[in-house]
């Protein structure tokens, strides 16, 4: 969800989607509109066509929902936010990074930053 959009499930203000955390095929295929992504507070799905429209899918519809990637987001960490060495560091301490903070198991997260800072 673009930042400080609510979530049309529980009315939250997602302070930043990270679509980004989605691999390749699966981020585009939310951003088609053909796939939604889930809510990190709610865990319903929601819908994010071409980066713009937030909404819940309609009640009939069967699209798939993707959860995050852990490792994309391990990797994105130290890129995108300086102050920031690591996932579990992101996620403990960013103000976006908390609304994550139980959006994986604690093992998840560590298994992702470990592989990541493997040489």
Known sequence: MPPNEPCPHCGELILDCHNEWHEDALRRAIYSGQAAMDCPLCRQAVL???SRIIAAP???AQVPVYK?????GAQWVPIREMGCTNLAGYLANHPAGRQYSDYW???EVQQADQQVTKP
């Open 48 to 50: 994010w066509f071409e």
């Open 58 to 60: 309609p009640v009939n």
């Open 68 to 72: 995050r990637s852990p490792v994309i």
């Open 105 to 107: 198991q604690p093992g």
